[in-house]
T-cell receptor, first 112, second 114 residues
Framework: AQSVTQLDSQVPVFEEAPVELRCNYS??????LFWYVQYPNQGLQLLLK??????LVKGINGFEAEFNKSQTSFHLRKPSVHISDTAEYFC??????????FGQGTELSVKP | DADVTQTPRNRITKTGKRIMLECSQTKGHDRMYWYRQDPGLGLRLIYY???????NKGEISDGYSVSRQAQAKFSLSLESAIPNQTALYFC?????????????FGPGTRLTVL
């Protein structure tokens, strides 16, 4: 069965520092991967997605992610975070039938 | 106006009560989904519907039922609520266009069962 594992439940970081949120997946078929962000008291919104092509995917708000097939990873990165990036981040893989399987979530806390 | 709306946004109820959570969308999407979010567990799929006549169980459908009243409306019911159904519930929609199939989420309903 396909699954997604987010390796860190919480990531504290200082403002303007770089950050990496780690995501590993298991899948035996073609992989379509997503990162969603959930700001406090809001629903999820799409940050970026990998469907095919270039393994480096750029998203909104300066985030990017790299698809690594050999390591079955799709880590999310930002070179310099802001206070406003404080949120929960979810990695997800699309499975048969168009459904999404989500990871457990990573809480990013940006401190001044 | 929001594309995906959920009502109510917050609800407190008692064990054994019947509860309905409603979702409406103006995106014109065919596909709609219900998820629940629990701390440390991420989002888990309860039910999904690919069109008005198509309803499918997700990974955690026990204790829940759904109704797709129209393309734009998808309701989730808890026939007899229990405390471990306390969670944040999200509705989502998507439009199948080949590879894209991005899901768009509502703001969520926070349900507390006492």
């Amino acid at each position: 069965a396909q699954s997604v594992t987010q390796l860190d439940s919480q990531v504290p970081v200082f403002e303007e520092a770089p950050v990496e949120l780690r995501c590993n997946y298991s899948s035996s078929v073609s992989v379509y991967l997503f990162w969603y962000v959930q700001y406090p008291n809001q629903g999820l919104q799409l940050l970026l997605k990998y469907l095919s092509g270039s393994t480096l995917v750029k998203g909104i708000n300066g985030f990017e992610a790299e698809f690594n097939k050999s390591q079955t990873s799709f880590h999310l990165r930002k070179p310099s975070v802001h206070i406003s990036d404080t949120a929960e981040y979810f990695c997800a893989v699309k499975v048969a039938g168009g459904k999404l399987i989500f990871g457990q979530g990573t809480e990013l806390s940006v401190k001044p | 106006d929001a594309d995906v709306t959920q009502t109510p946004r917050n609800r407190i109820t008692k064990t054994g009560k019947r509860i309905m959570l409603e979702c409406s969308q103006t995106k014109g999407h065919d596909r709609m989904y219900w998820y629940r979010q629990d701390p440390g567990l991420g989002l888990r799929l309860i039910y999904y519907s690919f069109d008005v006549k198509d309803i499918n169980k997700g990974e955690i459908s026990d204790g829940y039922s759904v109704s797709r009243q129209a393309q734009a409306k998808f309701s989730l019911s808890l026939e007899s609520a229990i405390p471990n159904q306390t969670a944040l519930y999200f509705c989502a929609t998507s439009d199948w266009t080949g590879l894209t199939d991005t899901q768009y989420f509502g703001p969520g309903t926070r349900l507390t069962v006492l």
